[in-house]
C-alpha cells in the first residue's frame, strides 16, 4: 500500500477525500504529542527516521524507540546522554551500544552489505568517536567501511603509506581536528568524493571546532565538501547514498 | 486612585509637592533595596511584572514573589535554576510549577481566556522545553493556545497536515533550532503573524543557537520577527498583545 | 477560479491530472527561467510579491516588473542600486521613487487606508532612510503611519513629550542604530507591540549594526520583537498584518 | 609514459636516478616560478588544473593559461576581477566567457555528456550567478544539467510542482543565500545527496553568507553536505565525480 | 626613604651603584618567585596592589597576602573561588569576606572617607554581585558610596524618581546587563562622567555579556566610558581616582 | 527663563497646562521633522548637542547648523564625509575646520580655558587623526590639552623621556591601534584616570580595532576605561568633565 | 639501518619491493590501530613524537606510552586530564609528573644539557601553569631555562629591574593573559626571537584568551611570533629549534 | 657615544642631570611632533626603525624618511598606499620600490650577505604579494634567501621534489591562504623553525585570512610559530634573527 494507490482508489471513487487523507497520513506518521515520527521518510530519502538524542527527555526517548519497534523499524538512536545509557539498556535489552561513539541501534530487517567501501580515516587518535558514529552508522545502513585511524599530516608518510585504502574507496569520510588540514591532502591525492568532518579535539584558538571546520571549507583540493562539527553521522549518511549508487 | 488624580489635587492645593511625590511612587513600585517591584508595569504595558530568575539569589527571588502576593498580584517567575525548585515549593505551596519549561505560576486573579489562538509550534521535540515556557506564558496572561509539535522541515508533509492549526491562528509563535528553518516555511503559507524562537538546540556550528537565530532574522518570508535564543517568554508576551488586539 | 475548483473538476473526470496540473501552475506564478514570479503569495500571505533588487541584474529587474505589471499587480521594489535608477525611471515612468530609502512602488489597486495607525520612531536623522523603507511599505500596504524621528534616549525628554503618538499606536516601529536602547525605552512605555529594527548606523564596535541587533534582542522590555538590520520592509510588512487585525 | 614506466626502467638499471627524477617531474609539472602548473593532477583526481583567479596578476593568469594551452589541457578559469576580461578576451579569442558567473573556458579535447543529470536549483534569483559557476563548471567536465531557479522556502508549491526534476536527478546541487533552508527541504523530499552552496546574497545578520552557511551546516535533513560561501564551482567538481560514479 | 634620595645618595658618592639597586628593588617589590609584590604601586598610581585571585593557586593567594601582611598594607582580593573560602577564612581570620561579590578586604590603615559620593546604579536585581564588587572596592579606597539598584529602562519611572541620587553624584558607575541601555539614559540626565560595566547577566544573544558591552560602546550619550564584563573593581579604581580629585 | 520658573507659574495659576507643555518644549529642542535639536543638553549634561554626521544627508547636516547658528549655539561637528567639505565651507564660511580629524567647529561663545590640563598620548603617527578629533573636543570645550605623539611601547624609552607630560595631567586620553598596550604601561604610572581610545589602526588580525579594542578592556592597569574605536570625540567629553572638577 | 640503506639495497636487487616497503614502515612506526606511533619523527624534526592526552582514552594513552618504552624512546604527554593522573602514576611508576602543568615525562636517554637559555617571562603569577609546561618541555629536551614569572606591565619597573635575564637569553617565550602586552614591551628591548604565548587568563573581553592572542598578533613590535592560546608546549618546540642552533 | 658614558659623566660630575638628559634623548629619537623616529631601536633589538606607512600621510611619511636620511640611515618601508607611490619616487629618486609587494627600501650601509639562507615557502600564487613582503625585508637586512613558490597541499609531489630546499634551510617562512594547511604539512618534515604567515587570499569562509590563521595556530606539527594575516615583514624580522644566530 503506498500513496500512488491511495490517489487512485480516490480517483476511482473508492474512497471518500476524508478517508484518503486519513490512510495518507497513517501511512507516513505517528503523532505521539510531542513527536510525529515519520515512518515514510525511508520512502523519501532512502533512510528511516534516526533518533536525535540531543535534548530530549529520556521519557521521549523510550516512547519514540517502543513506536518504531512495533512498526518494525531499524532503530538507530546518536548523540546519547551520559545518564541514559542505563535505562536505555535496561528497557530495550536488544540494543547494541557504543559509548565512545554514543551511538545504539538495533536491526529488525538486516540490509545487505555493500561491495563497495567507504573509507573512513582520521588524523589523529582524539578524533575517533566522531569517526565511530560515522563508521557504526554506515555499517548501520549496509556499507562495507574500512577504517583507516592517526594518519594526521605531521607525519605525513603514514598517509603515504596507506595510499591503496584511499585509492580503492568508492567515497572517503575524513575526519580531523585542530587545523583540518588532512581532508585537503586526501582530497589532492584521490579521484573520489571526500566528506569532511572537523571535530572539537583541540583547544584555545581551535575554538571547539572552528578551526578546522574553516580550514576544510577553504580546502584548495578538488570534491572536498564538509558537515557539521563532529557530526559523523551526517557524513555517514550522504558517504552512504554515494557508495550504494 | 491614579496619577491624574493626585496630579489634580497637587495643582488644587490638596497636597503639597512632596506628598504628591510619596503618592506617586507608592503606587508604582516597592522597593526593597535590591529590587524595585513594579506593579506599575500593568497599567503600562499591560502586563504585571514577571519574575526573572536567572542571577538573582533564593532570597532576593521569595522576598519578590512575598511583595507580590502581599499586593494579590499574579506570579509568574521564568528560567527557575534547578536547585531552587525545593525552596520555592517549600515556602509557596500555592505555586504551579513545570520543571521542564523552568516556570513557576499563581494566579490571584484568573484573566478570561481568548477565544482566537495563538498557535506554538516546534521543529523538533527537543524544542519542546521552550514552546512550553511560551504557551505556559500565553495561557497565564489568558491566552488560548495551540500546540503542534515536532513538524520539522526534514519531513514537510507532517506540516502540510496540520495547516489547519497554522491557518487558524491568529499569531503564530514558531520555535525551531539547527537551521531554524521552520518559521520560513510557515510564514510563506499564513497570513498571520510569526514570531520566531531560535533555540540553543543542536551542536558544533549551531553555536547554541546562532545558527537559527540568524536563519531566522535573514527570513525570506514576509511577517517573520525574531525574539532572543531561547526566549519562549518574550514571544509569548508579544503574541498576546497581538491576540487581544 | 481558484485550486479548490480545479480539483473538483479533476475528481469529476472534467479535466485530466496533465490539465490539472497546467492549470494551477497557471495560477500560481510565471515562470521567466530566471524568476518564478509567485502570483499566489497574496492568497496565501496577505502580501504579492515585492522585488528584492538586492543582486538581481536590471536586467532580471525588468523582466519581473514587466511580468507584473502585465497582470495587474501593485509594485513594490526594495534595496535599489545606486546605478539602476535611471533605467527603472526610462523603462517605467509610472513609478513612484525614493532614492533615500532605495524603494520603488506603483499601485494598479489602491488598497483601503486603516483608521489605526502604525508609529514609527527613530532614535536618530541619521536612521530616517531605514524608517523611510519601512514607512512607504506600510502606507503601500494601506496603512497610516505616524513619524517620529529623532526621539533617542540621550535626550529622552524629546520622547517623553511624544508619549501621546506613542500610545494612540496599535503597532510601533522603532529604528535605531548604535546601542539600539530605543525599542525598550519605548516598550517599557507602551501597551502595543513594538517591532525594533536595528540599523547599521554607526561605527567601530557597532559592526555595521550588531551592537543594536544584539541590544534589541536582549531587551528587558515585554513585547518587543526583531528584525534583520536595516530591514525597514520587513517591520512594516509583520506592522501591517497585526494594525489590519 | 608514466611513473609506473618510469620506475620500472629505473629499477632494470636503464635509466640513472637523476634522469628517473627529471623524467617524473616533467612529467607531472611545469615550473614557471610563480606557479608550478600540475599537469598531473587529472591522473590523480580526474579533474585537470583550474585556474583560481583571484589575487593572481594578469600576467601570471595569462602565463598560466599559455603553458596549459601548449600541453594541450582544457583550460577553466573562475573568479575573474572584473578589469582582467578585456585582456583576456584580445589575448585568447578562443575563451568562452561568462561575466555573471565570472568564469572562463575553452576545450580541446571536448569530454563525452553523461546520461544521468545534475539538479541544480536556487532559492531565488539574485543566487543565478553562483548557480551558473555550478553549472558551467559541471558541463565543462562533461555533466548533464537541470537548472530549477527561484524555487525558495517562501513560496514552496514552487519547489512542489517541479518534484521531478528534484527525483530524477542523480545528485543536487541547492543554492541559497539568506537563511539558507532551501536544501533541508530538498534534503527531506530526495533520496539522492544534495551539496548545498551558500551564497553571499542577503544584507545585515546575513554577514556576507555565515547565516546561509550555518543554516546548511545545521541541516536536519539527511544527505547534506556544504561547500564555502559562493563555490559553485567546488560543488560542481564534487557533483560531478558523484554523477560519473 | 624613596627613590629621589637614594639618587641623591648615589650622585653625592654615598652609595654604590649596586647598593643603590639593591635599595631600589627592595623599596618597589618584594620577590616571591611565583609572584613579585609590587609595594611602589601606590606610589605611582595611588592604589596598592590588589590581588586577582582567579587561576591563582590557594597557596600562591595565602603567599602574597602574609607577604602583604606583614608590610603592614591594606589587603584586598577579588574573585575568589568557591572553594578558596574556607582556607582563606581559617588562616586569616582577621579578612572581612563578601560571598556574592567574591571579595575579601582588611585595613591596616582606614583611609578617610570622602565627602562626595559615588553613585552606583544597577538595571536589575541580577547585577548586584558585580555592582557590590564595584561598591565595597570603593569604599575600602575611602570613598563615601550612594547604591540605587533595579532602576532598568523597561520601568524607567523608578529611575526618574531618583534623579536626585544621581544629580548629586561627582561620579557614576552604571551596571546593567542584557541591552546595557540604562547607561546611556544616565549618561543623557547627568552632567558628571557615568563608568560604565556590562554584566554577564542574560541569555542566549546576550552572549555573556557582548551585548552589553557592545550597547554601551556605542552608546549616544555623552561621558559614558566602559570597563570589562562584570568588572566591578576596575569601575570603581577609576571612580575613586575622579571621585577624589 | 528654565523649567522650574515654568512649573512654578503653573501651580500659581499664571499659565495653564497647556502653556506650560508649550513653553518647557521651546526651551528645551526645536522639532525640524528629520531631528529634534536638542538646545536642553548643555543644562543636563553640561555639552551643547554636537552634530554627529554620519549618516545624515547634507541638507538635514545643514539645517541643524543653521537652527543651532540662529540659537546662538557654540557648533561642533564630527566625522564629516569627503565630500561634504566644500558644502560646508561655502556655506558657513565661518567654520573652522580640520580634514585630518573630520570635524568643523564655530564657536559664538568661547568658554575659559582650563588650568588643569588633558594628556592626549598616542602609540603612533598613524593614531593622530583620533588623537586630533579628541583634541579638537577638547579645546573646544575650554580644555586645556597637552599632547604627546608616537610613544608606543615598542620603544619604551620615548615614553620614559617625557613621564614629566603624563605625571602633570589631570586626566589621560590614552589612542592606540594595532594591540593597544600603551594604556596599560601609561596606567601603570600614573595616578591619574586614563580613558583609553582605541584605534582601526592595523591589518588582519586587528580586525579594524577589535584586538586594540579588546587589549583596552583587559587591561592589568588600574584606572583605565574605554571608550568605542576610533572615538575621540566621546574620551574627550569625559576626559573634559573630569577635567572640570 | 636507515631509508637509504634500504633503498640501495632494493636498487642492488638484494631484497624485492615488497620487503623493502616493509622495512621501511617498520623502521617509522608502529600501527596500534587506534594509534600509528611515530618512531620516525625525530630523524625528520629533530622530536620524537609527544603525546597529546587531550580527548584520548585513558586505554589509548597507556597504550601508546607502553609501545614507546618498550622501543626505549623518552616519554613527554601533555594536558592530562584530572582523574586519569592515578592510572598512570600506578601503571608507570617511572613517569615524572607536574600537575599544575598537566605534564609527565621520562628519559631513556637524558640529552645533554645547552648552555645558552631559554628566558620564559610570565605577565602574572596566573600564567605559571602555562610557563611550567613550556619550562618542562623545553629541559625534556635539554634547553637550559630561566624562570622570570610576574613581571607584567602594570609594574614595569619589575621588568626594567631584570633587563639582564631578558638580555642574555639566546630565545624568550613570554606569557600572558587579559591584554598580552608584555611580549610587545619584550620585544623592543631585546635583540632575540620572542615566541609569545596568550594564556586564557582572564574574564570577560578576554574570551579566554583570545584579547591576549589578538593583542599578541598585531604587536608593534619586532621578532614576535605568536603560538596558540596556552600553547606553552610548542613555544618550547619553537624555542629549542633555536636554542639548539 | 653612548648611554653608560653619559651616565658615567654624570656620576663625575661633568655634566649635570639636565644635561644627560638632553643627550641621552639626542642620542636615541628625533622629535618631529608628528613622530618620534627610533634611532636607537638598531641597537635595542638589531634593527632600525621601518616606516609602517598604513595610515599615515604622504606629508608625515616623507618627513620621516627625510629625517632618516639625515642620520645616515638604511629605509626601508612597507604597506605603501597605491596613491602614494608618485610623490615617494619624485622626491626620494635613490629609493627601490616593488608595488606588487607594496614597499620601498634604500641602503646607506648594505650589510653582509649570510651564508645560510631563510626559505620562503608559498601554497599558492596568489600568495606572492606577502611573500615578496618577507623576501625584500630578509635581503634588506643581509639574508640569503631562497623562494619556493606554488607548493600547496592539493599537490603534494610538487612539495615532495623540492624537499632539498626545504632541508636546506636555516629557518623557513611558510605563506599561505584558504585553509592554511602547508605549514602543518612542511612542519612535519624538516628540523628548522617554521614561521607561519596567513595570508588573505580566499573568499567567503576564510573571512579574510581568518581560517588560514586558525589552521595555522593549532598546527599539530611541531615548530610552528604564526604571525599576523598578510604579515611578511614581521616574519622576515624573525627569521633574520634566527638566521643571523
Redesign the interface.
Known amino acids: 500500500m503506498n500513496i500512488k494507490d491511495i490517489l487512485q482508489r480516490?480517483?476511482a471513487g473508492k474512497i471518500t477525500?476524508d478517508q484518503a487523507e486519513q490512510e495518507i497520513?497513517a501511512l507516513?506518521?505517528q503523532d505521539l504529542?510531542?513527536?510525529?515520527v515519520?515512518f515514510?521518510?525511508r520512502e523519501?530519502?532512502?533512510?528511516s527516521e534516526?533518533i536525535?538524542c540531543?535534548?530530549?527527555?529520556i521519557d521521549?526517548i523510550t516512547g519514540?524507540i517502543s513506536a518504531m519497534l512495533k512498526k518494525g523499524e531499524n532503530i538507530l538512536g546518536t548523540?546519547v546522554k551520559e545518564d541514559h545509557w542505563s535505562v536505555l539498556q535496561d528497557q530495550f535489552p536488544g540494543l547494541n551500544i557504543n559509548k565512545?561513539a554514543r551511538v545504539f541501534w538495533q536491526h529488525n530487517n538486516q540490509p545487505p552489505i555493500t561491495e563497495s567501501a567507504i573509507a573512513i580515516v582520521t588524523?589523529?587518535?582524539?578524533?575517533?568517536p566522531v569517526a565511530e558514529e560515522a563508521a557504526i552508522t554506515a555499517e548501520f545502513f549496509g556499507n562495507r567501511v574500512e577504517r583507516l585511524?592517526?594518519?594526521?599530516?605531521?607525519?605525513?608518510?603514514?598517509l603515504m603509506?596507506n595510499m591503496e585504502v584511499l585509492r580503492s574507496a568508492?567515497v572517503l569520510i575524513v575526519v580531523a581536528?585542530?587545523?583540518?588540514?588532512l581532508p585537503?591532502?586526501v582530497?589532492?591525492?584521490?579521484?573520489?568524493?571526500v566528506?569532511a568532518v572537523?571535530t572539537?579535539?583541540?583547544?584555545?584558538?581551535?575554538?571547539?571546532?572552528?578551526?578546522?571546520?574553516?580550514?576544510?571549507?577553504?580546502?584548495?583540493?578538488?570534491?572536498?565538501?564538509?558537515?557539521?562539527?563532529?557530526?559523523g553521522f551526517?557524513?555517514a549518511?550522504?558517504a552512504s547514498?554515494?557508495n550504494k549508487?
Chains 1, 2, 3, 4, 5, 6, 7, 8 share one sequence.
Open positions: 480516490l480517483e477525500r497520513k507516513s506518521y504529542g510531542y513527536a510525529k515519520d515514510h521518510r523519501r530519502t532512502g533512510f534516526v536525535f540531543e535534548g530530549k527527555s521521549h519514540i548523540r565512545q588524523a589523529g587518535t582524539s578524533d575517533i585511524y592517526d594518519v594526521g599530516v605531521a607525519g605525513i608518510h603514514r603509506d568508492k581536528g585542530m587545523e583540518g588540514a585537503s591532502v582530497g589532492g591525492v584521490v579521484d573520489a568524493p566528506i572537523p572539537s579535539i583541540g583547544y584555545g584558538a581551535s575554538f571547539n571546532g572552528i578551526a578546522a571546520l574553516l580550514g576544510m571549507l577553504n580546502s584548495c583540493a578538488i570534491g572536498v565538501s564538509v558537515v557539521n562539527i563532529d557530526n551526517g557524513a549518511c550522504q547514498m554515494i549508487i
